[in-house]
């Protein structure tokens, strides 16, 4: 009994794995496509196509990969760049900023950016009180000479107690005046915190092994002797055999751009204690890549592309209908992935039947 009821079950589950494989097998899969009728572009290499506002060119396709490109050039775009300079406030060497270059294989000039000015108008401060100081004590000696002539008289007490109540009034003006001369002394001193530099140095790359280089807050020195065979520090732009190049904020600076490979005319737009940012006008490439039944992104709309063959690509706006293929896809290899599950655990249990049905009995 026990070895009929196994063959039994195991011939069941045999015809459980034979219909689902059978299924498997003739099973019709579902494919995304575009048929030439709903697409909205047909596109070979070569062409050019307008999505928005923006006239695209096909520069690659590989239908065999399932891939293309398309691009964007606008020759009249508004570009930046940024060189890193060596800051004078930080203490930099004159040449640990970005070098670049006026033309291509040319030399290479060093960015170094002066530090924020602030030292001239402190010490102009320091003369305006040391004037003032001077001012007080000239007012001073006039008041002693005055108190020397009004004597000792009950007149004289009257009047210098007046004077002494309308001093008083003016202390308490000046005391509000003292707060005054605060807010303003931290308000130049934010000002100094704030200060940025207001010109840079363009460099010519030089040895510096055969001379006494000093970088200091207002710019580069280097150590030369005078007629009388003295050494002092000059200007490093004062020095005949280093070429410098001083500019400013909305100065031009014609440069060789690597990226571009190219000479550019370029405008200081920003300069910070440590950063120059420049804009130029240059071309710029907007690249979209394109894949085999994927859906991709143009000028913020959304399009199906399919490759129909080696040398055309479709798109279509209906994605809708294409996401729907791709759903259809996905849920028949869903099935099939299930069915294969049938059939691993049909053979499982065929294994184990035969396993019991050969078993020996009791008895």
């Known amino acids: ?111 170094y950016i002066y530090a924020p000015p602030g030292e001239e108008v ?11 100081d001077d001012a007080n004590d000239e007012a001073e000696d006039e008041n002693g000479d005055t108190e020397g ?50 010109a840079f140095l363009l460099i010519e790359a030089f040895d510096d092994d055969d001379m006494t280089v000093v970088e200091r807050a207002d710019g580069v020195y280097v150590a030369v002797e005078n007629e009388d065979g003295e050494e002092v520090l000059r200007s490093v732009t004062e020095i005949d055999d280093i070429d410098t190049v001083e500019v400013e904020v909305g100065d031009s600076v014609t440069f060789y751009e690597e990226e571009m490979e190219a000479q550019v005319d370029g405008e200081v737009t920003e300069l910070e204690t440590d950063s120059v940012t420049l804009e130029y006008i240059g071309e710029e490439v907007t690249s979209v890549s394109l894949e085999h039944n994927q859906a991709v992104l143009i000028e913020g709309e959304e399009f199906g592309v399919h490759f129909p063959s080696e040398d055309v690509v479709y798109l279509t706006e209906d994605v809708e209908s294409f996401e729907a293929q791709h759903d259809a896809v996905e849920e028949h290899e869903e099935r099939i992935h299930g069915l294969w599950w049938v059939i691993g655990l049909s053979i499982s249990m065929v294994i184990i039947l035969a396993g019991l049905a050969f078993m020996p009995t009791r008895g």
């Open 1 to 111: 009994m026990q070895l009929r009821a196994g063959i039994v079950y195991i011939v069941l589950f045999m015809v459980v794995t034979a219909g689902a494989y059978a299924v498997i097998a003739t099973a019709e899969s579902p494919q995304v496509t575009i048929d030439e009728a709903d697409a909205d572009y047909q596109l070979e290499a070569g062409d050019d196509v307008t999505i928005g506002e923006l006239t695209y060119n096909v520069s690659e396709l590989d239908g065999a990969a399932g891939t293309g490109t398309l691009e964007h050039v606008d020759d009249e775009a508004v570009l930046d760049t940024t060189w890193s300079g060596a800051s004078a406030l930080e203490g930099d060497s004159w040449d640990s900023g970005d070098a670049i270059q006026f033309e291509e294989d040319g030399e290479e000039y060093y960015v």
């Open 122 to 132: 402190e010490e102009d401060d320091d003369e305006d009180e040391a004037d003032d």
């Open 149 to 198: 002539e009004n004597g000792d008289g009950d007149e004289a007490e009257d009047e210098n107690g007046d004077a002494e109540d309308e001093n008083g009034d003016a202390e308490d003006e000046n005391g509000d005046g003292d707060e005054a001369e605060d807010e303003e002394a931290d308000d130049e001193e934010t000002d100094d915190v704030d200060a940025q530099p207001e």
